[in-house]
């Protein structure tokens, strides 16, 4: 059983910047996916962005609205694996209750969610 602790949401104006992280309570395989989805009310939860370690590199990948503004990582650690998201240039429709994932051993793991605003 892995649990996902999201933290960093909050209220932004367009145009700022906002990192969300999130600590899983493991370590998570390096060749597991880690990453974010996103929901608003009434919506489905879509992916914004996902990381992949591979022996021959990293993988990341984007949902086309997060390419170019937003950036997602995992720290290098040894007991407890972290993801990141950096988000740039936000924008009022990248209000959305963010959920941190995984899918670790072929099981697939949430966060809670971090509500993230945006409004002027």
């Known amino acids: 059983q892995v649990q996902l602790v999201e933290s960093g949401g909050g209220l932004v104006r367009p145009g700022e910047s906002l990192r969300l992280s999130c600590q899983a309570s493991?370590?998570?395989?390096?060749?597991?996916?880690m990453g974010w989805y996103r929901q608003t009310p009434g919506k489905p939860r879509i992916l914004v962005a996902s990381?992949?370690?591979?022996?021959?590199?990293?993988?990341?990948?984007?949902a086309e609205f997060a390419q170019g503004r937003f950036t997602v990582g995992r720290d290098r650690g040894d007991a407890r694996s972290t993801v990141y998201l950096q988000m740039n240039g936000l924008r009022d429709e990248d209000t959305a209750v963010y959920y941190c994932?995984?899918?670790?051993?072929?099981?697939?793991?949430w966060g809670l969610g971090a509500q993230v605003t945006v409004s002027s």
């Open positions: 493991t370590a998570i395989s390096r060749t597991d996916p």
């Open positions: 994932w995984t899918r670790s051993a072929g099981t697939e793991y």
């Open positions: 990381v992949t370690d591979y022996h021959n590199g990293v993988s990341r990948k984007y």
